[in-house]
């Protein structure tokens, strides 16, 4: 299948999935959404891809995050629809897919970008990479399950601190929180990714999809829907409209306070 903003390939029973937006560094708008779902969906339908790795192009970004002129000036309602919405169609499931996903990160993973690695069953990164949650700077909150899966994988601490500061980690920060599995160097991620992936296809494919279903039934859902409902209610605020403002006008954001 042809798409505009991804690449897809095929080999050795390993899907590739290449987010392709370079000068936007890769960000996620909705159409790159539907076709990452719609490529996710494809390849774990194919019996002969045992493994699917997501990455993206280039050495400055796996994803920087949404394309926030996209929705800075959605309503309440509008915010609460596409934050349930893309995980429905994204984040909810890649989670919760039958076949084993990594999460190549290959620079920059912030917001919406570090959301999707954190969908993925486990992380690789560059040493050059950096990720963060930066949706409080935008009077907003992480609306695509960041404020559910960042405190799974790194404690609730930490994830409170990387939340309310907004400020971004780098590669070995990540690794010695548990937020990525190993740090390589960029030249060596992707090989690094297919060499993990060759020892899961010796493996049986339909023992791993139970597994991936046992893992993931230890973590409640409920969390998810408060996310959803807050992500929306922030459109509402006079903070996320300066937020958003700021951002797309290039100035440090001035909020006003409760």
Same mark, same amino acid.
Not at 12 to 36: F, Q
Not at 130 to 142: A, D, Y
């Given at each position: 299948?042809?798409?505009?903003?991804?690449? &897809?390939?095929?080999?050795? @029973?390993?899907?590739?999935i290449?987010?392709?937006?370079?000068?936007? +560094?890769?960000? #996620?708008?909705?159409?790159?959404?539907?076709? +990452?779902?719609?490529?996710?969906?494809?390849?774990?339908?194919?019996?002969?891809?045992?493994?699917?790795?997501?990455? $993206?192009?280039?050495?400055?970004?796996?994803?920087?995050?949404?394309?926030i002129?996209?929705?800075?000036?959605?309503?309440?309602?509008? $915010?609460?629809? #596409?934050?349930?919405?893309?995980?429905?169609?994204?984040?909810d499931?890649?989670?919760?897919?039958?076949?084993?996903?990594?999460?190549?990160?290959?620079g920059?993973a912030?917001?919406?970008?570090?959301?999707?690695? %954190?969908?993925?069953?486990?992380?690789?990164?560059?040493?050059?990479?950096? %990720?963060? +949650?930066?949706?409080?700077?935008? @009077?907003? /909150?992480p @609306? =695509?399950? $960041? &404020?559910?899966?960042?405190?799974?994988?790194?404690? *609730?601490?930490?994830?409170?601190?990387? !939340? %309310?500061?907004?400020?971004?980690?780098?590669?070995?920060?990540?690794?010695? =929180?548990? #937020?990525?599995?190993?740090?390589?160097?960029? &030249?060596?991620? #992707?090989?690094?990714?297919?060499?993990?992936a060759? *020892?899961? /296809?010796?493996?049986?494919?339909?023992?791993?999809s *139970?597994? !991936?279903?046992?893992?993931?039934?230890? =973590?409640?859902?409920?969390?998810?829907?408060?996310?959803?409902?807050?992500?929306?209610?922030?459109? $509402?605020?006079?903070?996320?409209?300066?937020?958003?403002?700021?951002f797309?006008?290039?100035?440090?954001?001035?909020?006003p @306070?409760?």
């Amino acid at each position: 299948m042809a798409y505009e903003n991804i690449i &897809t390939t095929a080999e050795g @029973g390993i899907g590739v999935i290449t987010i392709n937006r370079p000068t936007k +560094l890769n960000a #996620l708008n909705k159409a790159t959404i539907v076709e +990452l779902s719609e490529a996710f969906n494809a390849f774990d339908d194919d019996k002969s891809v045992r493994v699917i790795i997501v990455t $993206g192009s280039g050495e400055k970004a796996f994803v920087a995050g949404a394309d926030i002129a996209e929705f800075s000036e959605f309503s309440v309602e509008e $915010g609460e629809q #596409l934050a349930a919405l893309g995980q429905k169609l994204l984040f909810d499931f890649v989670h919760n897919l039958d076949t084993p996903v990594i999460a190549a990160v290959n620079g920059f993973a912030l917001g919406g970008g570090l959301e999707l690695a %954190m969908a993925a069953h486990f992380r690789v990164a560059s040493d050059n990479a950096k %990720m963060g +949650l930066p949706e409080v700077s935008l @009077g907003v /909150i992480p @609306g =695509y399950g $960041g &404020t559910q899966r960042l405190p799974q994988l790194v404690g *609730k601490g930490r994830a409170m601190e990387m !939340i %309310m500061t907004a400020g971004m980690v780098t590669a070995q920060e990540a690794l010695s =929180y548990g #937020l990525v599995n190993h740090v390589v160097a960029q &030249t060596e991620l #992707l090989d690094f990714c297919k060499a993990i992936a060759a *020892k899961i /296809i010796k493996n049986s494919p339909v023992a791993i999809s *139970k597994a !991936i279903k046992a893992i993931n039934a230890s =973590y409640t859902t409920s969390g998810f829907d408060v996310e959803i409902a807050g992500f929306g209610e922030s459109f $509402g605020t006079e903070d996320f409209k300066e937020g958003t403002t700021a951002f797309l006008e290039k100035r440090k954001a001035e909020f006003p @306070g409760r």
